[in-house]
């Protein structure tokens, strides 16, 4: 099964990713991800790659796809889309890539919630930079701010500050918003409250996804 999650910044895509991770083993590609990954190497693209996100605009579509053919071509079972795609011309490179791979994409779950309540996670958003696993302080309860898992010290992201957010926000406006008619008009949208719990979100998309074969 193939599924983008498509969503404002800090709605809840990486969260559910994982959990769809963990209960039906897909193979979770998050564009945030891989750049940020990406950025170790001290080069000019990487540069530029750094540049753009810290403002909060979008990469340029030639990277993302490189980097999303190389993902896509490799995963043997379904794959969650976390992040992409972002814009028109991606969600047309997304087609035909799959056409040329002779898979389908099954369902795009659009995770809706407020400017407001997706900024206050922003603010309360942690990572672990060991496991990559996702936490919210203002959601989980915590004593320290180490990783449940593997125990390292969480990190904030660079760009989940109140600036960039705003920025980062306009451009979904702008840009990514306008997918969720062009995937309405091809009848695989279905839309689900991100304002909820964690959990009950996940409860959601499960009901969702036992409708589709
Ligand atoms: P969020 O969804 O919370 O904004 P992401 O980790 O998905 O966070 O993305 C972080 C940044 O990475 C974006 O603001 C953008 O600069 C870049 N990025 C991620 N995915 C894409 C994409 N598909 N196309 C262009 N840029 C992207």
């Known amino acids: 099964m193939n599924i983008i999650l498509l969503a404002p910044p800090a709605a809840g895509k990486g969260t559910q990713a994982q959990f769809l991770v963990s209960k039906y083993h897909m193979k979770h590609i998050s564009t945030g991800e891989l750049l940020r990954k990406s ?11 750094k540049e753009r996100m810290n403002a909060g605009r979008l990469v340029s579509d030639e990277i993302i796809l490189d980097l999303i053919a190389k993902e896509i071509e490799t995963a043997k079972e379904g794959v969650v889309l976390d992040g992409f795609p ?63 898992s593997c125990h390292t010290s969480l990190v904030s992201r660079e760009d989940d500050n109140e600036e960039t957010f705003d920025l980062r926000y306009e451009t979904y406006m702008r840009e990514t918003d306008p997918l969720i008619s062009f995937y309405q008009e091809k ?4 839309q689900i409250d991100a304002s909820k719990e964690k959990e009950e979100v996940f409860k959601k998309i499960e009901q969702i996804l036992s409708t589709l074969s």
Do not use: F, W
């Open 39 to 49: 950025l170790k190497q001290d080069d000019e693209i990487s540069k530029e790659i």
């Open 86 to 148: 972002r814009n028109r011309v991606q969600a047309i490179e997304y087609e035909q890539l799959l056409q040329k791979l002779g898979q389908k994409l099954d369902v795009v779950l659009y995770l809706s919630i407020s400017k407001e309540v997706a900024k206050k996670r922003m603010k309360g958003r942690r990572t672990c930079p060991t496991c990559g696993k996702i936490y919210n302080m203002h959601m989980e309860e915590m004593l320290e701010e180490l990783c449940g």
């Open 187 to 190: 009848g695989l949208l279905k």
